[in-house]
């Protein structure tokens, strides 16, 4: 509640100036008497010091004031949108709203601001303030590097002024209940954020396979001292590309969670169906909002089933072909400068193109557990509550059936489930080799 009332009191000052400044605008555009003579004269409030998100924002990206207009203009529709109602004035001569105000009346009465908007706010008629507003939007801007706030062109033959001027739901969130939110999952941002409840004593692995684990934790950890401190950043690439392969249910989605618990960072799992998209140019805009954000955020994003789109690239046929072939150079150039951790899963490394083979800095084979490795996944996978029938032989269920650890898994919960339905009884033999043969059915084995 405290950040929640520190927001509302700065956005407060910040309104009411933003108030003024309009009311400036408009009595200078329209030739009425004005305190000032020029926009810029309406000085913002002194917000360092400021407990508030907001504040925050203004003071460490030392924000100025064309800035801090945009990102209060951004915030107004969310915030208070009846001060942008002057924007519905008409223009007698023309019977029409003043077009030089940019911006759209939306059906139901609120007023959408777009990047014409704040031109005209700033800097009237003034084609050279119009000129260095452009820089705002600059891919490099922290508006956009830090996805603050930007332009968002409703199809790509829309001008950049003319395109609605959008705050991101996670600054939004964060500058009005101080709360962290995370990006729609969805065809304009096709990466989910996941988690797991597990703990590294859970993961079960070759005690090669999490050596190298260990070896990413490690860069994850000491990464920017190596390549800042150390002065590394001239040498080597930004990020760490990593790719993990091996049988469906042996730990590599669980295992890039775990390396984001260990190391306070989300993990996106991207969504291949919604990266990949049939109109041209659509793939690499989607990816691009990715990778832009985790960037910045320091996410860990994760590729799962990754030969679906980084696969090997065919003999151009025709221009379906040519398009694949620009889809996979794309993302190799993306990946390789990546300033970040990118994480690809694959049940067969031999499906991935080799071009990003040898763009790849860890390369990490997770096999079907060994007996030794499936004991332990049978004694510590069950509850604690659970009951064993005195003849049942956890160790030798383990050398005979040679399963991933997601498939032992799944044969826990079967028998747990049978035990439970029937009265809370011990789990018996029976109920662990029926699963068993679930499992081995599921996968195409005799059972």
């Known amino acids: 509640m405290e950040m929640l009332c520190a927001n509302a009191q700065d956005l407060e000052r910040e309104l009411d100036w933003f108030a003024r400044v309009l009311g400036t605008r408009f009595k200078l555009y329209f030739g009425e008497p004005?305190?000032?003579?020029?926009?810029?004269?309406?000085?913002?409030?002194?917000?360092?010091?400021?407990?508030?998100?907001?504040?925050?924002?203004?003071?460490?990206?030392?924000?100025?004031?064309?800035?801090?207009?945009?990102?209060?203009?951004?915030?107004?529709?969310?915030?208070r949108p009846q001060l942008l109602d002057v924007f519905y004035t008409?223009?007698?001569?023309?019977?029409?709203?003043?077009t030089e105000f940019g911006g759209v009346a939306r059906p139901d009465g609120t007023f959408l601001p777009s990047t014409e908007t704040l031109a005209f706010i700033l800097g009237g008629n003034?084609?050279?303030?119009?000129?260095?507003?452009?820089?705002?939007?600059?891919?490099?801007?922290?508006?956009?590097?830090?996805?603050?706030?930007?332009?968002?062109?409703e199809n790509?033959?829309?001008?950049?002024?003319?395109?609605?001027?959008?705050?991101?739901?996670?600054?939004?969130?964060?500058?009005?209940g101080g709360r962290i939110q995370r990006p729609s999952f969805g065809a304009r941002f096709p990466a989910q954020f996941i988690e797991t409840n597990s703990k590294w004593d859970d993961l079960v692995l070759h005690p090669g396979t999490r050596a190298q684990v260990d070896e990413i934790a490690t860069?994850?950890?000491?990464?920017?001292?190596?390549?800042?401190?150390?002065?590394?950043?001239?040498?080597?690439?930004?990020g760490i590309r990593c790719l993990f392969h091996g049988p469906p249910g042996t730990g590599k989605t669980m295992t890039a969670c775990l390396l984001g618990q260990a190391t306070g960072r989300d993990v996106y799992k991207l969504d291949i169906s919604l990266v990949v998209s049939k109109y041209i140019g659509e793939t690499e805009k989607n990816l691009s909002r990715v990778f832009d954000q985790a960037q910045s955020?320091?996410?860990?994003?994760?590729?799962?089933?990754?030969?679906?789109?980084?696969?090997?690239?065919?003999?151009?046929?025709?221009?379906?072909?040519?398009?694949?072939?620009?889809?996979?150079?794309?993302?190799?150039?993306?990946?390789?400068?990546?300033?970040?951790?990118?994480?690809?899963?694959?049940?067969?490394?031999?499906?991935?193109?080799?071009?990003?083979?040898?763009?790849?800095?860890?390369?990490?084979?997770?096999?079907?557990?060994?007996?030794?490795?499936?004991?332990k996944?049978?004694?510590?996978g069950f509850s604690p509550k659970a009951r064993f029938a005195e003849d049942l032989d956890l160790d030798a269920l383990a050398r005979e059936h040679t399963l991933s650890g997601g498939a032992v898994m799944n044969v826990i919960r079967f028998a747990s489930l049978r035990a439970i339905a029937d009265g809370n009884r011990p789990i018996i033999t029976q109920d662990l080799v029926a699963g068993i043969r679930r499992e081995l059915t599921k996968e195409g084995k005799a059972a």
């Not at 996944?377 to 510590?380: F, K, V």
Request: hydrophobic residues 40%; negative net charge; contains cysteine.
């Open 34 to 79: 004005s305190e000032v003579g020029d926009v810029l004269e309406v000085s913002p409030p002194n917000l360092d010091g400021g407990d508030s998100e907001y504040a925050r924002i203004v003071t460490d990206y030392s924000l100025t004031f064309a800035e801090r207009l945009a990102l209060i203009l951004a915030l107004t529709p969310h915030i």
């Open 90 to 98: 008409r223009n007698q001569t023309f019977d029409r709203r003043f």
């Open 126 to 153: 003034d084609l050279e303030r119009r000129f260095r507003l452009q820089t705002l939007f600059d891919p490099a801007h922290c508006f956009i590097r830090d996805g603050i706030l930007a332009p968002s062109p």
């Open 156 to 176: 790509t033959d829309q001008p950049l002024m003319q395109a609605p001027l959008w705050i991101s739901e996670d600054a939004l969130a964060r500058l009005t």
């Open 219 to 238: 860069w994850i950890e000491h990464g920017p001292t190596l390549m800042n401190e150390w002065g590394m950043g001239t040498k080597l690439r930004p």
């Open 297 to 375: 955020k320091g996410w860990i994003l994760f590729f799962d089933e990754a030969d679906a789109i980084f696969g090997k690239r065919v003999e151009s046929r025709d221009a379906h072909d040519r398009y694949a072939n620009q889809e996979v150079a794309f993302l190799l150039q993306r990946i390789e400068t990546f300033d970040g951790i990118a994480i690809l899963a694959s049940n067969l490394k031999d499906n991935i193109d080799e071009a990003f083979l040898r763009r790849f800095e860890n390369i990490v084979y997770f096999p079907i557990p060994r007996a030794e490795e499936r004991q």
């Open 377 to 380: 996944l049978w004694r510590q």
